[in-house]
Structures are given as C-alpha cells and as structure tokens.
C-alpha cells in the first residue's frame, strides 16, 4: 500500500492557512487554527459479473487511472448510497445491466492514483450472476467490454491490484467448490 501523497493539502478547509504540519502520513495539522485534516480510505464497490456459463465480465477503462487496462464493473460510493446500491447503479452506468441479486465477497485496500494524487480506498468487492451478457454494452469510462472463462484471467493486464486480488479469490474459491 502506498502510503497518500505527500502534501495532498495546501491549504486548511477551516482557515484558509497554508501552513500545514504534517503528523503522521494520514494527518495534517493547521498551524493557524489546529484544525486535523485526515486521509482516511474511500468507499467504491466493484463486482465480479457472471453469466449461466460462468464466463466473467471485465472492462476495458476509458479513462486514467488504467486506461486500457482491464477492470471490474464499479466506482465510488456516492454520499447516501449503501454499497450496493452504488454497484448497482455502476453496472448500471457502465455495462446496462441489471442485477438484483448481489452477494459480498471480500474488502480490499486499494490505491486510486490519479492527477498525480494517491487516494486510499477500500473497495467493498461482491458477485452477481446474470443469466447471459447478450444484453451487456460498454457505456460510461468502458472502451470495450471482454467475457473471459475464470482460468484465461490475463492478471497482468488489471488495473488495480484489489481487482487482481479479488479476481484471484474468486477463481480460487470456484476450483474449491468444485473439487
């Protein structure tokens, strides 16, 4: 895990100083006003997608971080939502499917670095299954959208190591329960 950029504040929201004092590498003190600024992780959701024949649904991204690399069908959770009503609303937005049905997997720290910025994230990862991808499309950030059967995962080619991560469990558990 990386540790957060190392200045991501150059002023107090409080005050408007610019004298922040850094007291650990997730907090940063206003000298002025003493007001805490804290790094702490952000919530996003991804989904591990099947269909009836077990293929999974990856992403090719759009946009940075990782474009053109390979990901889960998610994003940040807005303020309000429950985490899966933010999934939903992500394959939603991203692939136009529906999927009722969502069951927790696993959490996983993961980086979001983008513009420069290392935002810490916790990513809350679950399954669903549909019943074909017949109807699934590349919508919003998706250049392309690629079904793989679990043991052709190209893990070199993910954008994020918690997808990666949560892709190799999942994988793993399958052969579990098969065996």
């Known amino acids: 895990m990386s540790e957060p950029s190392a200045k991501p504040f150059l002023f107090c929201c409080r005050c408007g100083n610019d004298q922040l004092i850094a007291e650990s590498p997730r907090c940063f003190r206003c000298a002025r006003c003493g007001f805490r600024h804290y790094i702490n992780p952000v919530g996003a959701v991804v989904a591990i997608l099947t269909d009836r024949a077990g293929d999974l649904l990856l992403l090719r991204r759009a946009h940075d971080p990782g474009k053109g690399r390979l990901g889960l069908p998610g994003g940040f959770v807005e303020p309000g939502e429950t985490g899966e009503d933010a999934l939903r609303r992500e394959i939603r937005e991203e692939v136009g499917l529906e999927v009722p049905r969502l069951e927790y997997l696993v959490s996983l720290p993961n980086d979001y670095e983008y513009q420069a910025l290392v935002t810490p994230v916790l990513d809350l990862v679950f399954t669903a299954q549909v019943a074909s991808f017949a109807e699934a499309r590349a919508v919003s950030e998706v250049e392309e959208l690629v079904i793989v059967a679990p043991d052709r995962i190209d893990f070199?080619?993910?954008?994020?190591?918690?997808?990666?991560?949560?892709?190799?469990?999942?994988?793993a558990t399958r052969v579990r329960e098969r065996s």
């Open 156 to 171: 070199s080619q993910l954008a994020f190591r918690s997808n990666a991560e949560a892709l190799r469990r999942f994988v």
